[in-house]
Every structure is written in structure tokens, then in C-alpha cells.
């Protein structure tokens, strides 16, 4: 996970660069491959997945708890917005992954609005993956607004790869 | 003394010059003005002035009205000095200074402070203010990025500015500046970001620092003297504000410090309360976590401490002790003591000897608070004075990634800086309440200067979901001397504005729906209700100008109750979790700051 989102920040960062003009929409979000408990789109890019019984995937429960952590005072819960911030939710229905990362890592102004860069803040440069699929659910309507009922449990990969990343100096 | 300040700039010169110490002391004392945030030094937020009276307040209606031009939350209220009324906003925290002799309220000056605006993300719950303070002639202004300011109060001129923090590091401002005697004294918010809380007293004429008392460190940063300072009559031992934490962590350890401060003139003390430890997640910091948590008691020329008292140690459920410190003196069985009173976010109202520091009642003004049975008030016990907890409500016994279900109170707490009044007359102190439960889950966090260091989700509910019932808040009247509720009276939504009683009679407060209250101090009975055009969250005031009482209040919904209002939201559940429980407010207010002025008509 970590070593494929390193690949994506960098190119993120480079994209942020002139980036509206630059911006890709993002694919159809339908989970076609999972691996490790992590789901990915046609594209190959991150998505949530729900199944029919309304249980989510451990990474859009993660993206739930973290974006309720570092981004819902600006952002608004649930990926509303506010009159400081845009609302997420619609954002990614705009920004493919690689753009979504690369302004999370690098920050951006317009105005009085000023995204920080959270490149040194491993609660969201760690995470991601996380708030992406998280967003991207509430964004179709695929996850109620709130605390998803039920997940499923946490992969093996996840948390070694959290424990990998959140412990880098 | 009025007409002076508000003759020529030469007069001003000359009364700045001769301002003695004890100026605002003689000042607060006169009923028809409003020269504190705390109303007085004693934060007793009581007006002797009583032309409106529970006969005549149903004849009550607005006679003006003044739109701030800014939108997000209004908290805090406007100061009335001589015939001058001195208006905050919200950041980017403008100051308006109106003309209250003129028929047209006409704006005698304006102050527009240039803040960078990358402080906004870095501000945990909206981007409130709650206030100036005056004194020596002066308009102090603690701006959101944490520059304070002293303005000319006759023509609002820049005099000093000085830099109390550094918002790159998550260090903000949202309390009012207060002005005791000779100093101003600012704190500092971001409890969310690690950041290590202080209070600070700047000389007013120069806003040369004069000293600054850490919450955690060393006692050379906290001014505690080791065998002097006591804790529940015990002397504290030497650096405690360091053993009681694991490592270096005290360094990033919160106890901000953005509530209401009081000083007693007789004692010399300064009084105020310090907030949560940081992070949210309780199992990455061992330890009590001194003095997160915690009454103190000043010296207001060094900044000693006399005594501390922490009321919850090694915080779980993020219930800062910030709320303000109210000095009344109070028969306690027999005996006039001089008391201290402080309704704390985790639910117990306290009265201590502000004397001493000794606890002399502890008891829950929410039923509902569950997080801890009592306080330990047996003092041979080996827990005098601590709150003896739930396990089943511990979220550091049930650990990170669980949700710990239907804590009572809520993260912000039983009530929240919302200030009480005290009303001596009746001997009730009238206190704005939350009624709300939370679930909590603290999960790992990493912490980054100027980053966001929170470590928990939650979310919040009516205290009595269980019950049906719906209503988040209740305006209560209690009496401190025995620690009981006197009467209730439910409210829809958590009362986020601050109380004011007065000699007619009469309490007023704000609702979240955008009421101004009027009450029977007594009985509770409602008298006057009149909807303002937003949710309000800042605090009643009273002045008397022309030969006549008004009753002033900003309207402007928002505050970490409103946040998820604030942000345009109408059907979601979250927001520091707040947003759920408050989501129906949309369908009653919305967002726009405007300060309403009350007359009886003529």
C-alpha cells in the first residue's frame, strides 16, 4: 500500500502544479479487484466497497475516523464543506486520486482559503488511501452521512503498513 | 469620567496618564456601564440595574439593531464604556467602537486587523472570538493569530501589539484578553495540536511581558513553588507538571488556556482553569498529566502559584477545565467563607475555598453524568479529591480502536465557556448547560508542530435518547453551597450563551435557535422570549445609557455546537461529533452575525 501511494504522491506533487487545467476525472468507482482488503477501480485506483449488508471495507471506516480527526473543522462533517472550505465529497467527483493526494500533500491557496500542506502530518499523509475511499463513498451516496455501522475487520496489511508509516522519522 | 473619555484626545492623554491601578475596579462598579468580559473582576455577570423588571420585561422589544459584516460563530459579548460601545467580530476579528449618545449609532471608528488566513485551519471548533478588554484608556484585542493588540480607545490607533504564540504551531486565539489591575492577561487555544498552554500577564501600558505560567514543565515554566504551592492542602511536589508524564510528552501536553479568568483585589489572585491534555487518546499518555485539568490560583504581580486543583486527571473524554472561576462569598453552613464556583465540562460543580484551594462541595449539575460516580470527599482518603470513575465508561480501560458507548457528558462537556451569573440576592448561580452523550473512540496519532494532534472520533446525542427524549440543553439554577439544582428548565438545544441576572429580577440568556430569554430568577419562570435573526452563542449584556436600561446580545450561530451549521450542513451526524445532535438546527436559523439591543418601549 505504502510503496504504490509513494508513487502517487509524486506524481501528485507534480500535478498540483497548474493543476485545474491538469485534472483528470476520476473513473467509475465499481470495486473491481480487492486485495489484502483493499479495493481498487477499473483505473486502479483505491475505492470503498459496501457490501449487501452495509458493511464497509476497513479503509472507509479508517478514512470515516481520520477525516473526522483532521479535515471536518475546515471541511465541514461528513465532507460537507463550509464557508472556509470546499465540501469533499463533491470534490472527488472532479479530482482523480493522484490530484486528491498530491493537494492533500502539498497544500494550496485561493484567497482568504488555505489548504495546509500535510506532507509532515503522518494523521492524514498516512491515511490517504483512507480518506479517498472514504470520500469517494459519501460522494456516490454508497454510505450514509456518519459512523458506518458495520466493517470489516482490519487487515493484516493495513496495520503493518500503518505501523510502517506513522513510525518513520 | 465618561464625558472625559470621550472629549478631546488631549483629555484622554492626561487620564491615561493618570490611570490608577485600581481605575477599572472603581469603573466596574457602576451598573450602567460593562467594562469587563466578566462583567466584574468576580465573573459574577450580575447587574445592579433594574428598570426592567419581571412586571415590565413582557413589554420588551428591540430598539437597534448592527450587523458585524462577518459570518461563523458570534460568541463573547460587547463592552459598554461611558457612552461608547466597543464590538468584536469573529476573524478575521474586526472592532467597532459605537456612538451610543447618537440617534444613528454611528461608527466612531473601526479596527481591521491584517491576519494571514492559513491561522484558520489550525482553529479546532470555528473561529470565534469572545472579546476585548479595557483598561488604562485602552481596547485590548487578542486577534486570532495570537497578536494582542492595544488600541486607542478614543480613536482606536494602534498603541502596542505583541506576539503571544506562533500559529505555525497550532498556537491560536479565541479568549478574551482581561485586564486586572495593571496587567492584561491572554491565553492560548490548540489543545488539538499538541500545543503546551500558558497564561500570559503584559504590562498595559507597554505590553512588555511581565510573566508567563506554563500548565506542564518544569516549575521554573509552571511557577509552582515545590512544599509552597499546595494541592488539596498538600504541597505539591518538585516538578510534577514533568513526572506525571511519560517522557518528553509534556512538551506537547495541551492544558490550553481559552476560558474566563477572575481576580480578587483582597488576595491578589488571578483564578482560571486549564484545559485538556494532548492528544484525545488517553492511552498515549501515561500518567495523571499535571496540570491539564486544573484550577489555579495566581499571584497576580509574579505569577506564583498558591494552589492548583486538578479535577479530572489523565482526561479521557477530552472535559477541559477551562470554564470560567466565579468569587462569590457564600454562607457555608454558618460560616461566610470566601468561595470560588466553577461548573467544569465534566459535570460536577465545585465550590472551593478560593482562600486555600479546599474542595467544599462536588456534586453533578446534569443527572446524567455517568463517566464517574462522585468525587472523593473524604479526606483520609488515598483518593481525596479525585473523580472516581466508571470502568464501563473508560475509554482508557476499554482502549484504542473501541467504542466506548454513551458517556455522559459529551466531549464538550455538561456546559461549555457559555459563562454563569450569580445572583446574590436569591443566592442561585443561573448556568447554561449541555444535556448530551457521546460515544468515543480514541485511536493512535502522530504528532507534527502545527498539525492536527487529535486522536478520537465521536459522536454525540440527547442525554435521554434512551428515554426518547430529544432536547440537548437546560438552563438551570443551582445552589453552590450544597451543590443541588434548584430548578430546570429543558431546552431544545444546548444553551451555548452566556447568562446575565440583574436587580430587576430577571436572568437573560440566548438560545441556539436564536432566542433572547428572560426568566423569573426565582422560579425560572420564561417572562420574554424574542427570536433574534441567528442561533446566538455569545453572551447578554446590560447597560444603562440616556436614563435607560438595554439589554444587549450578538446573534450569530456557530461555536463547536453550531460547527456543523457553520458549515452549511442541514442532514449530517458528525463533526467533532457534534453535528448530528444539532443537525434539526438548520431548520430554525442561520448563519450571520448581528448584535440586537433591547429596550422597554417609551
Not at chain 2, 476499554?398 to 457528558?409: F, H, L, R
Request: charged share 20%; with cysteine; net charge neutral.
Amino acid at each position: 500500500m505504502r510503496s504504490s501511494l509513494a508513487g502517487a504522491l509524486a506524481l501528485g506533487v507534480i500535478m498540483c502544479v497548474g493543476s485545474s487545467a491538469m485534472a483528470e476525472a476520476p473513473g467509475d468507482p465499481k470495486a473491481v479487484k480487492s486485495t489484502d482488503g483493499k479495493y481498487f477501480d477499473a483505473k486502479g485506483d483505491p475505492t470503498f466497497n459496501v457490501g449487501p449488508d452495509g458493511k464497509v471495507d476497513w479503509y472507509t471506516f479508517s478514512g470515516y475516523r481520520r477525516y473526522h480527526a483532521e479535515c471536518h473543522v475546515c471541511h465541514g462533517p461528513n465532507g460537507g464543506g463550509s464557508t472556509y472550505a470546499p465540501a469533499l465529497k463533491d470534490s472527488v467527483k472532479r479530482f482523480d486520486y493522484a490530484e486528491f493526494a498530491g493537494i492533500v500533500i502539498g497544500g494550496r491557496q485561493n484567497g482568504n482559503s488555505v489548504m495546509p500542506a500535510f506532507a509532515e502530518n503522518k494523521n492524514a499523509s498516512c491515511y490517504i488511501d483512507d480518506l479517498y475511499v472514504y470520500l469517494r463513498a459519501l460522494s456516490t451516496g454508497a454510505i450514509e452521512p456518519g459512523r458506518p455501522g458495520k466493517k470489516e475487520d482490519r487487515p493484516e496489511a493495513f496495520a503493518k503498513a500503518e505501523t510502517e508509516c506513522m513510525s518513520q522519522k | 469620567m465618561h464625558k472625559l473619555l470621550l472629549s478631546t484626545s488631549v483629555a484622554v492623554l492626561a487620564l491615561a496618564g493618570a490611570a490608577k491601578a485600581d481605575d477599572l475596579q472603581t469603573l466596574q462598579k457602576d451598573p450602567k456601564q460593562w467594562v469587563m468580559p466578566t462583567g466584574d473582576y468576580a465573573n459574577l455577570r450580575h447587574s445592579a440595574l433594574k428598570q426592567i423588571t419581571t412586571e415590565n420585561v413582557g413589554k420588551l422589544a428591540p430598539a437597534w439593531q448592527f450587523s458585524t459584516g462577518v459570518l461563523r460563530g458570534h460568541e463573547g459579548a460587547p463592552l459598554v464604556i461611558g457612552d461608547v460601545m466597543y464590538l468584536h467580530t469573529p476573524f478575521p476579528n474586526n472592532v467597532y467602537a459605537l456612538d451610543l449618545k447618537d440617534p444613528d449609532h454611528k461608527i466612531l471608528w473601526k479596527y481591521e486587523p491584517k491576519q494571514d488566513p492559513s491561522v484558520v485551519p489550525v482553529m479546532c471548533c470555528d473561529t470565534v472570538n469572545r472579546g476585548l478588554a479595557y483598561g488604562d484608556g485602552k481596547i485590548f484585542l487578542a486577534q486570532a493569530d495570537t497578536t494582542l493588540v492595544a488600541l486607542d480607545a478614543k480613536s482606536g490607533k494602534l498603541l502596542w501589539s505583541v506576539k503571544n504564540g506562533d500559529p505555525s504551531k497550532g498556537q491560536t486565539s479565541t479568549a478574551a484578553p482581561h485586564v486586572f489591575k495593571d496587567k492584561v492577561f491572554v491565553g492560548i487555544a490548540g489543545g488539538e495540536f499538541g500545543v503546551r498552554g500558558h497564561i500570559t500577564a503584559y504590562d498595559v501600558k507597554t505590553g512588555q511581558q511581565v510573566w508567563r505560567g506554563y500548565s506542564m514543565g518544569p516549575d521554573a515554566d509552571t511557577l509552582i513553588e515545590p512544599g509552597k504551592t499546595t494541592h488539596l492542602g498538600k504541597p505539591v511536589e518538585k516538578d510534577s507538571g514533568i513526572t506525571t508524564w511519560e517522557g518528553d510528552q509534556w512538551k506537547i501536553g495541551g492544558g490550553t488556556t481559552w476560558g474566563w479568568y477572575s481576580y480578587d483585589p483582597d488576595l491578589n489572585l488571578v483564578y482560571y482553569g486549564s484545559g485538556n491534555p494532548s492528544t484525545w487518546n488517553p492511552k498515549q499518555r501515561p500518567g495523571d498529566n499535571r496540570w491539564s485539568m486544573t484550577i489555579w490560583a495566581r499571584d497576580l504581580d509574579t505569577g506564583k502559584a498558591k494552589w492548583v486543583y486538578q479535577m479530572t486527571p489523565h482526561d479521557e473524554w477530552d472535559y477541559d477545565g477551562i470554564n470560567e472561576m466565579i468569587l462569590a462569598d457564600q454562607d457555608m453552613g454558618g460560616q461566610k467563607r470566601k468561595t470560588l464556583v466553577h461548573f467544569d465540562r465534566n459535570g460536577f460543580g465545585y465550590t472551593l475555598d478560593r482562600v486555600t484551594g479546599e474542595l467544599l462541595v462536588a456534586e453533578k449539575f446534569d443527572p446524567a453524568v455517568n463517566w464517574a460516580s462522585k468525587v472523593d470527599m473524604d479526606k483520609s482518603s488515598k483518593t481525596y479529591g479525585r473523580p472516581l470513575g466508571v470502568a464501563k465508561y473508560s475509554t482508557e480501560q476499554n482502549g484504542e480502536d473501541v467504542n466506548t458507548q454513551y458517556v455522559c457528558p459529551a466531549a464538550l462537556g455538561s456546559k461549555d465557556q457559555q459563562p454563569a451569573s450569580y445572583d446574590a440576592t436569591t443566592g442561585l448561580f443561573l448556568v447554561p448547560t449541555n444535556h448530551v452523550c457521546m460515544d468515543y473512540e480514541p485511536f493512535r496519532v502522530s504528532y507534527t508542530a502545527g498539525q492536527p494532534y487529535v486522536g478520537a472520533t465521536l459522536e454525540m446525542f440527547p442525554a435521554g435518547k434512551d428515554k426518547g427524549e430529544t432536547h440537548t440543553g437546560n438552563f438551570i439554577a443551582w445552589d453552590a453551597k450544597v451543590g443541588k439544582i434548584v430548578w430546570s428548565n429543558k431546552e431544545q438545544f444546548s444553551v451555548w450563551g452566556g447568562a446575565t441576572s440583574t436587580d430587576g429580577g430577571i436572568t437573560f440568556y440566548g438560545t441556539l435557535e436564536g432566542y433572547l430569554k428572560a426568566v423569573d430568577t426565582k422560579t425560572g419562570k420564561e417572562l420574554y422570549k424574542y427570536k433574534t435573526p441567528s442561533g446566538i452563542i455569545g453572551n447578554v449584556t446590560t447597560y444603562e445609557s440616556g436614563g435607560k436600561q438595554y439589554v444587549a446580545v450578538l446573534s450569530g450561530v456557530g461555536g463547536w455546537a453550531g460547527i456543523g451549521l457553520a458549515a452549511g450542513l442541514s442532514k449530517s451526524n458528525e463533526g467533532l461529533g457534534a453535528v448530528g445532535n444539532y443537525a434539526s438546527l438548520a431548520n430554525y436559523t442561520a448563519l450571520g452575525g448581528v448584535l440586537t439591543v433591547f429596550a422597554l418601549p417609551n
